[in-house]
């Protein structure tokens, strides 16, 4: 893990500066804008469609979005709008969320991350790399809220965005987000003390006074079925992937688990 340079003027891949044990997250991540040579995924590929964007630019994407989803998953388009789309965040937040954690929780500096100048690159709608402006690491901050701040709005923003394509309640794409965030504190503790930094992000409040949507994204809760660890790690909102047809390996935090019986866990785990 390293220091941004300062004096380098290529673009910087974000990997550098996460431990090993997230930094697979940012292969595809960039501060400025990498060259094909770079960033592979930027070649060009004429056997897929290929766009870079700014991310305030995804609302007049939504078929595309939701298409490569059912490529990858089944469904149909629209019946399972809400759950394929679900699923796209998952890809999506894997890039943006994690360089804004990374800037804020181990950088300890705010990583500025407007929907305008982050750009996403899409393969036949499929996130497959992110970058952002060369200089969008602002200076060390100590306040938690002013370091974490930008990554909040990005959230905020691209979340209020993607439910005007389909019904899907906020909450279930923010704990999509949430979930992330929970995993990459774990991976990231046996090097860095992020306790305060895990208080302030996933406490009752936001920094503008109102309810959290990133409030303990993670519960620890008794699991009905005796093969699973007690306590259980699971999402406090089903990210519903269940609702694609065919769909029925869960994730290893989904909520649903904590119902299930010993045969029904055995059953899950011999789909794997």
């Given at each position: ?16 500066f996460a431990p090993e ?81 990374v800037a804020a929780a ?147 935090r989904c909520p649903l ?16």
């Amino acid at each position: 893990m390293r220091q941004p340079d300062h004096d380098d003027e290529r673009a910087q891949c974000f990997a550098g500066f996460a431990p090993e044990s997230i930094a697979h997250y940012l292969e595809h991540v960039w501060l400025g804008t990498p060259n094909p040579v770079e960033e592979p995924a930027l070649a060009d590929d004429r056997t897929a469609s290929l766009a870079v964007i700014p991310v305030s630019e995804l609302a007049g994407r939504r078929t595309e979005l939701l298409d490569a989803m059912v490529t990858l998953y089944g469904g149909e388009r629209e019946t399972h709008a809400r759950a394929l789309l679900s699923q796209w965040t998952k890809y999506y937040f894997g890039f943006t969320a994690t360089a804004g954690f990374v800037a804020a929780a181990l950088l300890r500096r705010p990583l500025a991350m407007s929907p305008d100048n982050t750009h996403i690159v899409l393969r036949d709608g499929l996130p497959i790399a992110a970058y952002f402006a060369r200089d969008a690491l602002q200076p060390v901050e100590c306040d938690p809220a002013r370091r974490y701040a930008p990554l909040v709005e990005h959230l905020n923003a691209v979340i209020e965005m993607l439910c005007t394509m389909t019904r899907i309640a906020p909450r279930v794409l923010w704990s999509n987000a949430g979930n992330l965030l929970d995993y990459l504190f774990e991976q990231c503790a046996p090097q860095f003390d992020l306790s305060e930094d895990i208080a302030w992000l996933f406490g009752p409040l936001a920094a503008n006074g109102e309810a959290n949507p990133l409030r303990l994204p993670v519960r620890q809760a008794k699991p009905r079925a005796a093969s699973l660890p007690n306590p259980f790690s699971a999402r406090r909102v089903c990210c519903v992937r269940y609702e694609i047809p065919g769909e029925t390996q869960l994730c290893g935090r989904c909520p649903l688990l904590l119902t299930m019986s010993d045969a029904e866990i055995a059953l899950q785990a011999a789909s794997q």
